[in-house]
Structures are given as structure tokens and as C-alpha cells.
């Protein structure tokens, strides 16, 4: 069972760019993103789940970051828009394999994938 994260790089500001994490050897209810950077704490970026197709996003990414899911190939994307230099960190999918709402702190998921960088130029 593990989770794999790809699509990290470098962008200028204002672009955007894609994260996708692939789900293999189970459904999970609740799939999301972490974000960390350098000296910081893991910080919670979007959480999606297929029991009701719900999401919740953490306030710094609001109206600019995307998540959704593609069901039959068990995995998650994140779309992330209006890309800024404080949105640079590594980024880690987690997942949850019972449905308890939407969760937001790291200890609450059960499972994580390695973290992909992504990278915002000024």
C-alpha cells in the first residue's frame, strides 16, 4: 500500500501547475495534501473525499488551489492556480481509510507519500 506524488517543479509567479497522487493496494475515503516548508510545520492544503464528493481547503490556498479526484484510477489532483513564492514547499498527499469528516492536522491521516518540491520564482 502506498501513495506516489508527482508533478512538482519550478514555476514563476502567477503560473500554475498539477500534483496528482496515486493510491495502490487500497480505497482510501479521504485523500489530501500537506505542505511544508523550510522551518516550518507540515501545513494542511485541500482534502477531498468520494463518500459525499466534499472538500476543504486550508485558507491560504482558498479560490486559487483545486483538489479532485478520479475515482477509477484511485487518485487525487491538485490543481494549483495563481501560483506565489510563498507557495513554495514540498508537497506530501495523505490519505485517511475510514471516512471521520475531512481532517486538517497531519495526525490524522494514515498514510503518507513522499513529498514532491514545488518551486515559485518572483
Known amino acids: 500500500v502506498q501513495l506516489q506524488a508527482s508533478g512538482g517543479g519550478l514555476v514563476q509567479a502567477g503560473g500554475s501547475l498539477r500534483l496528482s497522487c496515486a493510491a495502490s493496494?487500497?480505497?482510501?475515503?479521504?485523500m489530501g495534501w500537506f505542505r511544508q516548508a523550510p522551518g516550518k510545520e507540515r501545513e494542511f492544503v485541500a482534502a477531498h473525499t468520494w463518500v459525499d464528493s466534499s472538500t476543504r481547503y486550508g485558507d491560504s490556498v482558498k479560490g486559487r488551489f483545486t483538489i479532485s479526484r478520479d475515482n477509477a484510477n484511485n487518485t487525487v489532483h491538485l490543481q494549483m492556480n495563481s501560483l506565489k513564492p510563498d507557495d513554495s514547499a514540498v508537497y506530501y498527499c495523505?490519505?485517511?481509510?475510514?471516512?471521520?469528516?475531512?481532517?486538517?492536522?497531519?495526525?490524522?491521516?494514515?498514510?503518507w507519500g513522499q513529498g514532491t518540491l514545488v518551486t515559485v520564482s518572483s
Open positions: 493496494g487500497r480505497t482510501f475515503s479521504i
Open positions: 495523505a490519505a485517511v481509510r475510514y471516512f471521520r469528516g475531512l481532517p486538517s492536522r497531519p495526525n490524522e491521516y494514515d498514510l
